[in-house]
């Protein structure tokens, strides 16, 4: 770094020399409410009167015993978003706990992390932030959705006042399209589940699981063996599960009972077994109670959300249905399970209840999906009603 050099003219600027010319700065001590020592500094200034411009500005704030907007002004983003991720454990659920944390440290903090939080302006944030996400080719969902979280961060700054106002809340994002999630046509289903039939029975409970009954995947993943009653054709869902252990599902209506028919049973049933045998060759027949969970790994520990990924992934691969990866995924198996029975003339109340839903309204704005593959003559389907 080289050498400073302090004016005559402006008390506490100074100047010093770049690869580009000659810039400028301010070194101002003060003393906080507790008479202890502080110093503020900033550099990069193209003028000396730029310098002192903004010195007084400092100055101002001290005199006002604005101590605090002064002291703030030299947090970066990361260190300020690591001091509001702190305060709000315990005060939100630990899986959006944990969504921020990974999109923080993932792509939020390697491109504006290091950045002065008083200084990100609207044109640095599009520009270090927004446009490499794009280029990167992300979805816009997926970018609004780590934009989202640095708005809640600023905005978080905003309140405790370390800085004024939010200047990023404007900025722009492209459509870079979106990724359609669609249902399996009846051809596509009988594939799937033909192939299924050669996996582990574990993915076969699981997927059947998920495509007979239309439940969540936390759901299933928080389904134990208690509640299913094989007599009754019935299974009641309890709880949820992820990575956090088993709470509550997501609203008092998706505390449910459903309806199970043979098929699905029977798999239950071989799978029960086998996890039974399975256990009790390791010396771990504490797993196969009545509370125990149903779904287990390879290794009989809990099945997790990653396990289903990636089995269905490879499941579709060996269906040959390479087309569907990405588009569909386990939650899919809702959609599906519902849009059919939509599709069929089933009951809506019927169906809203079973999938556990507030109100039927909700189910048909969400479940409603066209039928892939299905070609219907309305002409035709009213000269039947017509005629019958």
Do not use: C
Not at 78 to 106: C, F, H, P
Not at 254 to 260: F, L, M, P, Q
């Amino acid at each position: 770094m080289s050498k400073i050099k302090y004016s005559k003219k402006y008390n506490h600027v100074f100047s010093y020399e770049t690869e580009n010319g000659t810039r400028f700065g301010f070194r101002f001590p003060y003393y906080d409410n507790s008479e202890v020592r502080h110093e503020k500094q900033k550099r990069k200034f193209p003028s000396a009167e730029a310098a002192y411009k903004a010195l007084l500005k400092v100055q101002t704030k001290i005199a006002d015993n604005d101590i605090t907007s002064v002291e703030s002004s030299e947090i970066t983003f990361e260190q300020w978003a690591r001091q509001w991720m702190d305060s709000r454990k315990g005060l939100i659920k630990d899986s959006t706990y944990y969504s921020y944390d990974v999109k923080l440290r993932n792509q939020i903090y390697p491109r504006i992390g290091n950045l002065k939080l008083s200084e990100i302006n609207l044109v640095t944030y599009q520009r270090l932030f927004i446009n490499p996400l794009v280029r990167k080719g992300l979805l816009k969902k997926t970018i609004a959705s780590y934009h989202q979280i640095a708005m809640v961060i600023v905005n978080g700054a905003v309140d405790n006042e370390i800085v004024t106002r939010n200047r990023l809340s404007k900025a722009k994002i492209p459509n870079t399209g979106k990724l359609d999630h669609r249902i399996m046509t009846e051809k596509e289903i009988r594939v799937f589940n033909k192939n299924l039939e050669s996996a582990p029975l574990r993915f076969q409970a699981t997927f059947m699981l998920l495509e007979l009954t239309g439940m969540r995947s936390g759901e299933a993943l928080g389904l134990r063996w208690e509640d299913i009653d094989f007599e009754n054709h019935k299974i009641s869902i309890e709880r949820t599960r992820d990575k956090f252990g088993a709470r509550d599902p997501k609203t008092q209506s998706s505390k449910r009972t459903v309806t199970a028919n043979d098929e699905l049973l029977r798999i239950l049933r071989r799978y029960h077994v086998q996890t039974i045998s399975a256990a009790m060759k390791h010396g771990r027949g504490s797993i196969v109670r009545e509370d125990s969970y149903v779904l287990l790994s390879r290794l009989l520990n809990p099945m997790n959300a990653t396990e289903i990924h990636r089995a269905l992934k490879s499941l579709l691969g060996l269906a040959g249905l390479d087309n569907l990866i990405g588009h569909f995924i386990a939650h899919t198996f809702r959609h599906m399970y519902g849009s059919y029975l939509i599709a069929s003339g089933k009951n809506i109340v019927a169906v809203s209840k079973e999938l556990g839903h507030e109100n039927p309204a909700m189910t048909l704005k969400i479940y409603s999906h066209v039928i892939p593959g299905k070609k219907d003559n309305m002409s035709q389907d009213f000269l039947n009603i017509i005629n019958s």
